[in-house]
């Protein structure tokens, strides 16, 4: 028996450019404001779960589990709600300002999938309702059987990663934020997020201080030949072709279904995945290396630094040095973030307007994936 | 395994659509083997897309990228990579992407290296600033050559990847962008563009427009726009197309009277982990942006037939009449 | 094998939205009215299908445009014109003057030209969902709703005793359904539709959707039931719990749909009119949605396992929004009833 209580409020999220922008969320505290997106729900296959919402925006807001089965609200099937026959919500609702509704479901498939409102969603979820949920298999151990599908399904993993992307339309959430209609058909989103942030602030770590609305990074770190178990959301209403540098990822599953039919394996390796509304797709990312290090030296010469450009605005993740695990000297002038010689390899939308802060570059809809050459076990774990 | 060396020059140019518009870009082209002193001469002649990088799986592959410049812009010192999209296992210092490596100033020169493991259609592109950089045109296809065309048992005969059922006859790339008019004038005339207004007039195949994708490779109205999308083939021989889209746009392509089979998606064969087949026949191919696909269709009877975007809203040339990411096959 | 012979106008007409009507053009019946999408064409594999398609010399609508029909998937499709023909021949593409102006043999809208009829002709060769549009200046008259679907069907597919009955590819091939629905999916944009003349060239880059429509209706007029009207066909699923529900989705549009299962799992069978489950080999698989470009399709299917409502929605979230509604959106609902 798991219990989730979530609520639904409002407040600000922001943008590395300055912007400030009104949102609404989910929080898993009473006392917690709202959070982009919400609260990662983790769970185990088998077990059946309770989530209690408190709603405290001026509108009715549901939940709703694509992909799960037997959804309760208040003990009886989940159904569309209508007012004088007009569709409101595609599941029962906690009314406005304070009212209450509790799911309940037994997670029958491990898998990654989305949580978003039902109600009046071609706006609630845009503007932030919308969070994850991870069901671990049955057999999951984090020591000894640590497989995103169970045994025997050729899922195993070391680290794992939850990247939830959406966009941002400042005319639908300040329209939202005056109370005043927006009609869909003029969305146009000027920032991407994953884990509700836009690059760089992507990069930074879970629960940065200056970022208390947005407490999910998604820097991805892992050690070389590790198997990186990386699970997007696609919560906006775009579709965005995520392209990690340095492989393909093998995609083992779909909407929180195995690519398998018995015995027979239709994963499939991709250097670009597509992820498109409210679909989630599960890859196993691993970097090998080429064999490259001092005792292997690169079959290039590396030109005087001074003469190269490093980096961009005076900031680089470089080490300065080819080999993992290295560093080398960073000519003056420019500041060098790298720790312990880890490789960087961006992962971004290769829809390219998409890596923008309103039409900047860097920003937007990027992070990175470090290879480190030891990296602690703590990392890359879920929640 | 054979040993590759080539130099490509970064700057600028201008490209033309059948409207009779130019249009300023960004972009590659080969300066292997000009001497020093001449290597100047190529400033200003970028070409849409950048050269075909062709090679075999195996060889080692060495490429100098040289910063030549902008004439157009002498005041824009933007520095340039290569990225080799989808290059396995690759290191950060020949991924091209400047913020975790280096980049390349106006007048150097870099060296980069690449083993290429594994055949595919690939693509390379400059990681500077992507969102202009890559509108702007500095992208390039690459074809990477499975070994099993060098074994003796096969002389002469092409594939796809190691796999006879890869086997085509006729090859043919297509690749795809798009181009908004306002940010290559903008750029021109040193002006800033907001990315998030991004909307296309103009769609291209090879860096071309219909009409002008079903010219000749050589044609004197299209000095920097170098590739055919003419597709021409005899009955029954199977027809290999190397679909790349370095756009920003989703695209859906069909082929009115021609079923086209799946056969490699992003440089990968289409199997499963335990080598399942998973090719898939389509009348409609969906491609994003950031993938490859490779198709094979066998050439039917005689005649014409037409390859076109099904969003029939982008066949255009800048609204004005039809055109766009469309071409044609001759089936002779 | 049978001949399945059709015989269409194109003609202009009003449809109805949620908020207004707005012109439209569409396939008609030679006795009818234009519909969208047009009238459904049935045969199975196997069967000869004829369309033909009349000149405007009797049509009391005309639209003022040549006028084509394409077949998106069909090969070996031939041509012949009535009166003085001869033999059908290959479609091709039509230039003038070396400029390319159909993506197949049309028909002149004016009465005084041949041909009169243009009788376009293939094998059904496999199964599956197939659209048939518009080939002449198709980026103005798809939209203007000049689109319609072809079912084909395996042989014995209505024969209870036979292993193909009531499957959409036949025995073995996971796609056995006790309910069928088809959906085509595509957009409006009514500046379009209010502005549009005919035989000029439209600019279509002003081409801005503000209604989505799945058969041709936009909700909360998908739920109703077919009638009819230039929109005939409904789009509300009805079944059991337990049922297996075939949804047969195809792209008419040029924009690109997630079309969400309700919050159901369903299974793809088949992804543009080819099965995934053949010769012994499932590449079948389960997902919550499916995405369609343009021109795609895909069949899936769904098992609801309680009774209820469900919403089958596109998570694009394409609608518009004056007030709080889901009108011009692209959804409809599957009402599941117990099992009797």
Same mark, same amino acid.
Request: glycine share 12%; proline share 8%.
């Given at each position: ?109 491990? $898998? ?37 599908? $169970? ?14 992307? $959406? ?49 999910? $990074? ?166 | ?67 030549? #410049? ?13 990225? @080799? ?7 950060? /210092?020949?991924?091209? *992407? ?5 980049? *390349? ?8 290296? =690449? ?8 693509? =390379? ?11 702007? #045109?500095? *992208? ?54 907001? @990315?998030?207004?991004?909307?296309? +007039? =103009? ?12 010219? !000749? ?8 726009? !170098?590739?055919?999308?003419? *597709?021409?083939? =005899? ?5 290999? /197309? ?6 920003? +746009? ?13 056969? #490699? ?24 942006? #950031? ?15 037409? /390859? ?25 | ?149 072809? &079912? ?116 793809? &069978? ?32 769904? &098992? ?7 919403? &089958? ?28």
């Amino acid at each position: 028996m798991a219990t989730v209580n979530l609520w639904a409020k409002d407040g600000y999220m922001s943008t590395p450019d300055g912007n400030s922008i009104y949102f609404w969320g989910f929080t898993g505290d009473a006392n917690r404001p709202a959070q982009l997106p919400g609260p990662r729900i983790v769970i185990t296959q088998g077990q059946e779960v309770t989530v209690n919402l408190t709603n405290t925006l001026a509108k009715p807001v549901s939940i709703v589990f694509p992909g799960q089965r037997g959804v309760l609200a208040g003990g009886q099937p989940v159904q569309p709600q209508y007012d004088a026959e007009r569709l409101v919500s595609f599941a029962d609702y906690a009314p406005p300002n304070g009212g209450t509704v509790t799911y309940t479901f037994t997670a029958e498939h491990p $898998g990654t999938y989305i949580y978003e409102s039902g109600t009046y969603p071609y706006r609630q979820v845009p503007m932030g309702l919308y969070g994850g949920l991870v069901v671990r298999p049955a057999d999951f151990d984090a020591d000894t059987n640590k497989t995103a599908y $169970g045994a025997g399904t050729d899922t195993g993993f070391d680290r794992e990663y939850l990247l939830i992307t $959406g966009e941002i339309d400042p005319k639908l959430h300040r329209a939202v934020e005056q109370g005043k209609a927006c009609s869909a058909g003029g969305y146009r989103p000027r920032y991407w997020t994953v884990n509700g942030r836009c690059a760089p602030d992507t990069m930074m770590k879970d629960s940065v201080p200056y970022l208390p609305r947005q407490p999910y $990074g998604s820097m991805i770190m892992a050690e070389r030949g590790e198997r990186v178990l990386i699970r997007y959301i696609g919560a906006g209403v775009q579709t965005h072709p995520l392209h990690p540098h340095g492989n393909h990822t093998r995609v083992i599953a779909v909407d929180g279904r195995l690519l398998r039919n018995g015995e027979h394996d239709r994963s499939y390796n991709r250097f670009t995945v597509l992820v498109e509304p409210g679909r989630t797709y599960d890859q196993i990312f691993r970097w090998d290396g080429l064999g490259y290090s001092e005792q292997n030296p690169i079959p290039t010469i590396l030109p005087n630094l001074r003469n190269m450009g490093i980096g961009d605005a005076g900031w680089t993740l470089w080490s300065g040095s080819p080999y993992l695990g290295q560093k080398g000297d960073i000519p003056v002038g420019v500041v060098s973030h790298n720790e312990l010689g880890e490789y960087y390899f961006m992962l971004h939308s290769h829809a390219e307007p998409q890596i923008t802060n309103w039409g900047e570059f860097p920003g937007g809809m990027m992070s990175m994936i470090a290879v480190y050459p030891s990296l602690s076990p703590v990392v890359g774990t879920l929640p | 395994m054979a040993i590759i060396r080539k130099r490509y020059g970064a700057t600028d140019g201008w490209i033309n659509m059948p409207d009779g518009s130019k249009h300023y870009i960004f972009g590659f082209n080969d300066i292997t083997g000009i001497p020093e002193s001449g290597i100047f001469e190529f400033r200003g002649k970028a070409s849409l897309p950048a050269p075909l990088l062709e090679v075999y799986e195996g060889d080692e592959v060495y490429i100098t990228l040289t910063n030549l #410049g902008f004439p157009t812009r002498p005041d824009l010192d933007d520095t340039h990579t290569i990225h @080799w999209h989808g290059f396995p296992n690759q290191i950060p /210092l020949w991924d091209g *992407v400047p913020e975790v490596s280096i980049s *390349v100033p106006v007048g150097r020169d870099f060296d980069y290296y =690449y083993k290429p493991l594994g055949p595919g259609t690939y693509m =390379y592109h400059c990681h500077f600033e992507p969102v202009e950089h890559i509108q702007m #045109g500095m *992208v390039g296809p690459v074809i990477v050559r499975p070994g099993i065309e060098k074994d003796p048992d096969y002389q002469g005969r092409r594939f796809a990847y190691n796999n006879t059922i890869t086997e085509f006859d006729r090859e043919v790339i297509l690749f795809l962008t798009e181009l908004d008019l306002r940010p290559h004038d903008m750029v021109a005339n040193a002006q800033e563009f907001d @990315w998030t207004e991004y909307s296309p +007039q =103009y769609w291209l195949i090879n860096g071309r427009s219909y009409p002008d994708t079903i010219k !000749p490779g050589e044609d004197e109205g299209l000095p920097f726009q !170098p590739l055919s999308s003419v *597709v021409k083939a =005899y009955q029954g021989e199977k027809v290999l /197309l190397r679909i790349v889209n370095l756009g920003f +746009q989703d695209h859906s392509l069909q082929i009115l009277g021609i079923p086209l089979k799946v056969i #490699g998606q992003d440089a990968r064969e289409m199997r499963g982990y335990n080598s399942e087949d998973l090719s898939q026949w389509r009348n409609t191919v969906y491609i994003a942006p #950031g993938q490859t696909m490779d198709v094979i269709f066998t050439a039917p009877a005689a005649g014409k037939y037409i /390859l076109y975007n099904r969003s029939h809203d982008k066949n255009t040339v800048n609204g004005t009449s039809f055109g766009g990411m469309v071409t044609e096959i001759d089936i002779l | 094998m049978a001949t399945v012979v059709r015989n269409f106008w194109i003609k202009s007409g009003t449809l109805s939205l949620p908020d207004r009507n707005i012109p439209f053009w569409g396939f008609a019946d030679l006795n009818g009215g234009p519909q969208v999408p047009g009238p459904i064409i049935q045969a199975r594999v196997g069967d000869i299908v004829r369309v033909r398609l009349y000149n405007n010399f009797f049509n009391s609508d005309p639209v003022g445009e040549p006028v084509s029909i394409v077949f998106p998937g069909q090969e070996n499709v031939t041509v012949r014109q009535y009166p003085y023909g001869g033999k059908p021949q290959p479609v091709q593409p039509q230039y003038s003057g070396g400029n390319f102006i159909s993506y197949t043999n049309y028909v002149e809208p004016d009465s005084y030209y041949f041909p009169l009829i243009l009788q376009y002709e293939f094998e059904a060769q496999r199964c599956g969902i197939y659209l048939y549009e518009s080939g002449t200046n198709p980026e103005k008259q798809i939209q203007m709703g000049v689109y319609g679907v072809i &079912i084909i069907r395996p042989y014995g597919y209505n024969i209870p005793s036979h292993s193909n009955y009531k499957t959409a590819y036949g025995a073995n091939t996971n796609s056995r359904y006790d309910v069928e629905k088809v959906l085509v999916l595509g957009e409006l944009d009514s500046a379009m539709h209010q502005g549009v003349i005919p035989g000029g060239y439209y600019n279509i880059l002003n081409f801005t959707p503000d209604y989505y429509v799945l058969n041709g209706r936009c909700y909360p007029d998908t739920v109703n039931d077919d009638d009819d009207s230039g929109q005939p066909y409904g789009s509300k699923i009805s079944c059991s719990t337990g049922d297996r529900v075939l949804l047969r989705m195809i792209n008419a549009g040029f924009r690109t749909y997630t079309i969400s299962f309700g919050g159901l799992s369903g299974r793809v &069978i088949a992804e543009g009119g080819y099965s995934l489950a053949t010769d012994g080999t499932d590449n079948s698989y389960e997902r919550t949605g499916v995405t369609l470009g343009a021109g795609q399709s895909a069949d899936a299917v769904i &098992i609801p396992e309680r009774p209820g409502e469900f919403y &089958i929605y596109d998570r694009g979230h394409t609608c518009l929004i004056n007030d709080d509604g889901f009108l011009g959106s692209m959804m409809t609902k599957m009402d599941v009833h117990p099992t009797p």
